[in-house]
Structure formats: structure tokens, C-alpha cells
């Protein structure tokens, strides 16, 4: 799209040159304050199109961003504004454009369309531009009228003024609230067949866009892929490395996905809302209690929680093994598993997961993991406990081949396991917290922690609940990080000081995160919606 497609303003002034005077009546109007939000936008894409991306220009909104972060964080962003605006005005030098005075004052809001291309692979380009405030842009297109060398040719398509330019083969039509701009001359009339009344993505969506960005006080960004599959086997055409055909099928599973982010008090909000094809078989989803969650202490690090991993593997195996990849090297496994554990894979270890489970970091200073600064926990929940209790003699008796020691100690009258290396310490212990939850902890202090029943647990955390208030109580787990204590020990850790990876940029950035939340609820009986919540360290005054 040339100049076009790396900036927008100089198509307006290309419709200046082009049209003369004639751009004053698309411009004059009442300022529009309408027309700059995702479903606005959509509304004038074709419903063929293969994904957009949406931002939003509201200042106010972005602004918020400033409220949180490090002093070095705010200067990093700050560092990476001033370049992306600079790269803007050195594309616009010819043009004579300041982003800042000339563009931002109309620019409402930018969406990406992606559509289907007939004769290449590669898909079509649209953009959808909002204009918020038609004023500024008709002062705006006064000076680029007086700035700019003319190699536009006006056209009109059903009443719509066609801008198209010559030297670059690009293309701009001007609608009441909105320009398009594309390199297609097809994909333009399209997009105007669309805005007077052809089928649209906004319509196509049957309210996901809105949905997405709902409850959002500062909605920012969405995208949307409207035909999921059909998305990604665009893509693997024009790839050098196409993704096998069995894989691609696996994606029928899903119909589209809609992300929206947002700004608020405590951070960014992000919302998923995946919708499935009802004719295919389903997940099952089940509302978990969360009950396990009170086993971890205020101060874990990390969690991951859920239920069902023996019904969960089952389903994924029936439909991966239609990959013939994945179905050799799955079977790999199985055999090299039972080769030198004795397991099986399917029953002795997965097939009795079937309650909640959880998996959390929990930070220590003791034990073999001292040096490290935490160590793991496990916990499992079944209703087949004979079957566990064989699988975990089987692992007892398998790591006293491998130069383990076994001892056997009561903590709190509850009986724990533990494997020991010779004069270090205690590498992992498992046991039984009641009659159906099982533990295993990587870490010496780990199983007392468990076992001792922690005075404030997770759930009383104030990081957890501003991470997790937001979220629906009926969901199928957590995901949850302490980035605030996590990067404290990251920094003190001596092999990743070592490594370089923790750079100072690095760790501003981990500095100004304070926790990350996220789960998953179902909204009907084939739409899933992932939450995600990132809470940021407040601004440093």
C-alpha cells in the first residue's frame, strides 16, 4: 500500500488533492464522536473477511497506562512511543505531517481487516479508520491539500467518492464516519457494498465482539477470527513449511475466537471468547469447587488448577490420534514408559486423576531447593485411591533402583513417603491430606507445609483476590502468578544472573507486573470464555 499502508493521514490528504473542495461536504458535518468503537468498524467489513485487529485512538483510555509501572518501565514505554511516532513522522516527511498536531486529534480508532485473496495466497489488506472528530480532519486535509503533489484520480462507486493513486496502486473511499483504505480495488467495493447493506463481520459475530469487551471501563484493542479454520489454513497455503492436513481438521473443532483488552484501576484487562462447532464433540466442561486451592499457603508463587486430567487426556488422545505424528509418537512413549517404569501410562498414571487437581510453586530457603528459593506441590483428588496407591509403590520401588533412599515419617499423624538423596536432604514425598487427595512435593519443607494446614491460605491473599475478584465463581480453575515475588527471587537467583537473560530492561518490565490471573467459564453449551487479568505495580511518585 506504499505510503498509504504506513500511514494513514496522507490518504486524507491524497482525497484533498484528488477531490479539491468536493472533501469539505464528507468533512463538515456534525464532529462525529460515533462510529470509532469494534462493532462500528466491523460493520463495514464484508463478513468474508479472514481476521481483524482493532485499536482504539481515545487518548483518555491509553493514558491510564500511566498510572502504573517502575520509573524505568514508564521510560522504556516512553522510549518505544517516541519511536513508533517517529517512524510515523519520518514516513510523512514528504507530506510535511506532525503526527501529534495534524492526525491525533481526528484519528478515532484503526481496524485491520484481513481478507480472502482469489488469485494469491497471500490475503488482502483493509483498513477501516474511525474518525472522531471530522473538523480536525477538515483542517487536516486542508494542509496536506496545500502540501501534497497530486497522483490521485477521483472515481465513485455507488455514490461513495473512490480515491485511487496512480503511482502506487492504492485506493481510498470515503464514507460518513469512516475512510477505507486498501491496495484492492475489489476488496474496497466490498467493504462499501457492505456499508450499505451487504452481509458484515458485525453481524457475523452475533454480539462476540461485544461481548469480549463487556463490563471493559476502558475497552483499547480487539481482535477477531471469525472463521477459525479457515484463518489458519490461509496461512499454511502461503507457508514454506504448511501445517499437515490432519491438523488442520483439528481446527474445525473451533468456529471463531474474539480477544478484547482493556485498561482499568488495577491493570489491563484481556477477555477470549471461543466459540466451538456444535457438531463436533465437546469438551466437558464442569464448574470445579476450588476446594484445593485452601491447601496452599498466602504466600505460592504460582498456581495451576483444575479437575478431570484422566477424562481430559482421553478426549485429547481420540482426537489427536487422528494425526498420524502425534499417534507414532504417542505410542513411542507408551512403550519406552512401560520399558523402564513398568507403567502404564493411561491407567497407572493418568487414569485415577479424575477430581480436581493443583500444581503450585511455593517459595523455601531450606532443603536441596534452597538455592533455588521454592519448591512444588502436586495435589490430586480421585475416587479410585487403590489404583493411586499401587501407581505410587510402583514409583517408590522405581526410585530405589535409582540410588534413592525411602523413609517414612508421620507429620501431624499424617503417614508421608519420602525420597532421599544420600546426606543431601529429601528430593520429593507424597502422601494422602485426606481419604481422596493425594500430594506430591518436589522440596523438603514442602510436605510440612502441605500437611500443616497453612494458618492464611491462598485464597485470603489480597494479590490472589485483585488478580481473581473479576472472574466468575462458577470456572474450571485458575491460572495465577505473583510476578511481585516471583522476580524478586529471579533476580536473586545466581544461574540466571549468570545466564544474561534477566536484563535491566527485563526486569523493569517484571518489576512493574504484580500478579497475573486467568480461567476459563463456559457461556453456553458450545462457547468458552478465558478471562485474563494483569495487575500492575502502581506509578512511583
Request: proline share 5%; hydrophobic share 40%; net charge negative.
Amino acid at each position: 500500500m506504499a505510503k498509504w499502508k504506513l500511514i494513514v493521514p496522507a490518504l486524507l490528504g491524497g482525497s484533498v488533492v484528488a477531490g479539491g473542495t468536493a472533501a469539505y461536504f464528507y468533512f463538515k458535518g456534525i464532529p462525529a464522536q460515533v462510529g470509532i468503537d469494534p462493532s462500528a468498524s466491523a460493520a463495514i467489513v464484508p463478513d468474508e473477511a479472514l481476521m481483524t485487529g482493532f485499536v482504539s485512538g481515545d487518548d483518555q483510555a491509553w493514558s491510564k497506562l500511566k498510572k502504573f509501572g517502575t520509573p524505568e518501565a514508564q521510560a522504556l514505554f516512553s522510549k518505544g512511543y517516541e519511536e513508533f511516532i517517529g517512524s510515523l513522522e519520518k514516513s510523512a516527511t514528504d507530506q510535511k505531517i506532525d503526527v501529534e498536531k495534524d492526525v491525533r486529534p481526528w484519528l478515532g480508532s484503526i481496524m485491520v481487516a484481513l481478507m480472502p485473496s482469489e488469485k494469491e495466497a497471500e490475503p488482502q489488506s483493509l483498513l477501516v479508520v474511525g474518525i472522531k472528530d471530522k473538523l480536525a480532519a477538515l483542517k487536516f486535509a486542508n494542509k496536506m491539500k496545500e502540501n501534497a503533489e497530486s497522483t490521485i484520480e477521483e472515481e465513485e462507486y455507488k455514490g461513495i467518492k473512490v480515491l485511487a493513486d496512480t503511482k502506487s496502486s492504492s485506493f481510498l473511499g470515503v464514507l460518513e464516519n469512516h475512510l477505507l483504505i486498501t491496495n484492492d480495488r475489489k476488496t474496497l467495493e466490498l467493504a462499501i457494498d457492505t456499508s450499505k447493506g451487504d452481509p458484515s463481520l458485525a453481524t457475523q459475530s452475533k454480539g462476540a465482539m461485544a461481548d469480549a469487551l463487556k463490563d471493559f471501563n476502558n475497552p483499547v484493542a480487539q481482535v477477531y477470527i471469525p472463521n477459525y479454520s479457515a484463518f489458519f489454513k490461509q496461512f499454511s497455503a502461503a507457508s514454506a513449511s504448511p501445517v499437515p492436513p490432519q491438523v488442520l481438521d483439528q481446527l474445525d473443532q473451533i468456529e471463531s475466537v474474539v480477544v478484547g483488552m482493556g485498561i482499568d484501576d488495577q491493570g489491563l484487562q484481556m477477555r477470549a471468547i471461543t466459540a466451538m462447532n456444535p457438531e463436533t464433540k465437546q469438551w466437558n466442561y464442569k464448574p470445579i469447587p476450588g476446594k484445593v486451592i485452601a491447601e496452599f499457603p498466602e504466600n505460592t508463587l504460582a498456581l495451576v488448577s483444575g479437575s478431570g486430567i484422566s477424562e481430559s487426556w482421553a478426549t485429547s488422545v481420540e482426537q489427536l490420534n487422528k494425526v498420524p505424528e502425534f499417534k507414532q509418537g504417542l505410542d513411542q512413549t507408551r512403550q519406552q514408559l512401560r520399558q523402564f517404569t513398568q507403567l502404564d501410562l493411561d491407567k497407572d498414571l493418568l487414569g485415577w486423576m479424575d477430581g480436581e487437581f493443583a500444581l503450585g510453586l511455593i517459595p523455601s530457603k531450606e532443603g536441596l531447593l534452597a538455592d533455588v528459593g521454592f519448591g512444588g506441590a502436586l495435589l490430586l483428588e480421585t475416587s479410585d485411591r487403590n489404583t493411586a496407591e499401587k501407581t505410587f509403590g510402583k514409583l517408590d520401588t522405581l526410585a530405589t533402583k535409582n540410588l534413592l533412599q525411602l523413609k517414612q515419617r508421620d507429620i501431624d499423624s499424617t503417614s508421608v513417603t519420602e525420597w532421599q538423596i544420600p546426606v543431601q536432604g529429601t528430593l520429593v514425598s507424597h502422601g494422602w491430606l485426606d481419604q481422596d487427595t493425594s500430594f506430591m512435593a518436589l522440596g523438603g519443607p514442602m510436605a510440612d507445609i502441605l500437611v500443616s494446614e497453612p494458618e492464611r491460605t491462598l485464597g485470603s491473599s489480597k494479590v490472589f483476590q485483585e488478580a481473581t475478584a473479576s472472574f466468575p465463581k462458577e470456572n474450571s480453575g485458575y491460572f495465577y502468578l505473583n510476578m511481585e515475588q516471583a522476580s524478586g527471587i529471579l533476580a536473586s537467583n545466581p544461574l540466571i544472573a549468570q545466564s544474561g537473560w534477566l536484563t535491566p530492561e527485563t526486569q523493569a518490565i517484571l518489576k512493574s507486573i504484580r500478579a497475573v490471573g486467568a480461567t476459563t467459564s463456559q457461556m453456553d453449551n458450545s462457547t468458552l470464555k478465558t478471562d485474563i487479568v494483569m495487575t500492575l505495580q502502581p506509578a512511583s511518585k
